[in-house]
C-alpha cells in the first residue's frame, strides 16, 4: 500500500510539473517566431512531379515539400504553412494527445526503472551499458520524438521551419527529461555519452532539414522479441524501450535516389541498402538448450530495406501520412550478420529459417 501511495505522488507530481512545462511551452512557441526566422529553409530538393497547387505567398509548394525527393505529408493532410497561423483546435487536440503520451511513458518508465530507485540527482558513465546499443536507441528515440513533435506543430498551424526547429528542440528536450530521472535514480545516475547521443538524433533531424542530401539516410529500428528467434532474452524486468537484446538500429540508403539517372532502370525504386548494429545476451537468461558460449556480442549487419514510401500505394491523405512514418521501423529482409561467434546468411532477418538441414 505504501508503495502504491508513493506512486500516486510521484505521478501526481509529475502531472503538476507536465501541465506547468506545458502552459510554458506554450507561451514560448507562441513568442519565438523571431527566433525561428533567423533559420530560413534553404533550398529543397524538387524532384517530385506533384503539380504546385499551394498559394505560394502562404504555404510551401509542393515540389518543395519533399523527403529524399518524395513528396511529404502532414499529420492532418493540410499543406504546410510558409509562416506560423496558429490552428487553436488542432493545437489543443495534438497538445492534449502529446501530454498523454508524455504521461504514460512517465508511468511506463516509473514502473520499470525508478520506482524505489529515488535518491540524490548524480552522474555516473555507463558507456560500456548493453555494448553500446542503448546508445543508439537513444540517438534514434531523440529523432523520431523530434519527428512526431514537428508533425504535430506542423498540424498546429506552425510553418516548417518553426515546426522543424521547435521539434528538435522538444526531442532533445524530453530526451533529457528521461536522462535526468535516470540521474535521481540510485543504482544508475546520469549519463553523460547517453546525453550526447540524446542530442545527435535531434541534431541529425535538423540537418536533414537544411541539408537535403542526408535525407538519403533514414535511422529506422527494428524490435522483435528475442524469444521468436531464440536468442536469449534480458534477465530483468523487460520493456520494450530498452530490450536491446531484441532490438536492431539501421541507418536505411537510399540507392536509388542518389543513383544517376542513367542507372536508374537498373536498381528498384523501393529497395535501399542498410546498416545495423545491435548485440544479443545482454543481461541475458541462460537457455540451458542454447549453445554453450552464450556470451555478450555484438552485431554488425548490412542487408536490403524496403522504402515504404516508394512500395507502399498511394491512399488519402492519413494513409500517405502513416506510410511515411512507418517508414522509420525496420521490416525483417535478407541480410548478413557478422558477429564474434561467425557469419551468418539470415533470408529474413532477424529470424532463421529452417530448409532441411539448411537454416537461412
Known sequence: ?????????????????????????????????????????????????????????????????????????????????????????????????????????????????????RGKFHFEEDWVSALQ?????????????????????????????????????????????????????????????????????????LSQHYVPALQNITPKWQYVPSEWTDEPVINRPRTFIDDYNSSTFWWSLDVYHILPDNLKKYWLPWLNVAVGYGADAIDAKINPNGPPDQLSQRRYIIGLDYNLVKLLPDGGWFWNWLRQSLNFLKLPSPAIEFTQSGTKFKLLYPFRIKFGDLKF
Open 133 to 205: 546499443v542503448d546508445k543508439a536507441g537513444h540517438a534514434y528515440g531523440g529523432y523520431i520524438t523530434s519527428y512526431v513533435m514537428s508533425e504535430g506543430l506542423m498540424a498546429s498551424g506552425f510553418s516548417w521551419n518553426e515546426a522543424t526547429i521547435l521539434g528538435s528542440a522538444f526531442g532533445f528536450a524530453y530526451q533529457t527529461y528521461v536522462e535526468t530521472e535516470d540521474g535521481f535514480a540510485r543504482d544508475w545516475g546520469f549519463s553523460p555519452s547517453d546525453w550526447y547521443f540524446d542530442a545527435l538524433g535531434p541534431i541529425f533531424f
Open 1 to 117: 500500500m505504501a508503495i502504491k501511495k508513493e506512486l500516486l505522488k510521484h505521478q501526481l507530481t509529475f502531472l503538476k510539473y507536465s501541465l506547468t512545462v506545458l502552459i510554458l511551452l506554450t507561451v514560448i512557441i507562441f513568442n519565438c517566431k523571431t527566433f525561428a526566422q533567423a533559420f530560413q529553409t534553404l533550398p529543397h530538393s524538387a524532384n517530385s512531379s506533384v503539380p504546385d497547387t499551394s498559394d505560394p505567398n502562404e504555404f510551401i509548394p509542393l515540389s518543395q515539400f519533399t523527403y529524399a525527393g518524395q513528396r511529404r505529408y502532414t499529420m492532418d493532410g493540410s499543406l504546410p504553412r510558409l509562416d506560423t497561423k496558429i490552428n487553436p483546435l488542432n493545437t489543443s487536440i495534438v497538445g492534449g494527445i502529446y501530454l498523454g503520451a508524455i504521461i504514460w511513458l512517465h508511468i511506463h518508465q516509473q514502473n520499470a526503472w525508478w520506482s524505489g530507485q
